[in-house]
């Protein structure tokens, strides 16, 4: 089960941090993955990171975003800034590369002035 949370509505060039729990009982050996999915488009990739910490990021994001992990807290973060419209989206987090069946509800970001 994968609880985000995190989302909101914030201005152009504002920060937001994303929290993504999972209850897998084994989740410190997962590679994991922030996506996002905007209406009328596809789900898409956003961040990765492996079970030891090596990250990697879209071009869209790259710079801007941040993403980390504690495996005690069984928790995947996602650091947003210098948020732009176009990032505006339902947030997942779920298992790199081969997802979990349950993605959770996600979470909304919308950014707005």
């Known amino acids: 089960q994968l609880q985000a949370s995190g989302g909101g509505l914030v201005q152009p060039g504002g920060s937001l941090r994303l929290s993504c729990a999972a209850s897998?009982?084994?989740?410190?050996?997962?590679?994991m993955g922030w996506y996002r999915q905007a209406p009328g488009r596809q789900r898409e990739l956003v961040a990765s990171?492996?079970?030891?910490?090596?990250?990697n990021y879209a071009d869209s994001v790259k710079g801007r975003f941040t993403v980390a992990r504690d495996n005690a807290k069984n928790t995947v973060y996602l650091q947003m800034n210098s948020l732009k419209p176009e990032d505006t989206a339902v947030y997942y987090c779920?298992?790199?590369?081969?997802?979990?069946?349950?993605w959770g509800q996600g979470t909304q970001v919308t950014v707005s002035s």
């Open positions: 779920n298992k790199f590369p081969n997802n979990w069946k349950d």
């Open positions: 897998a009982r084994i989740f410190s050996i997962y590679d």
């Open positions: 990171i492996t079970n030891r910490g090596t990250s």
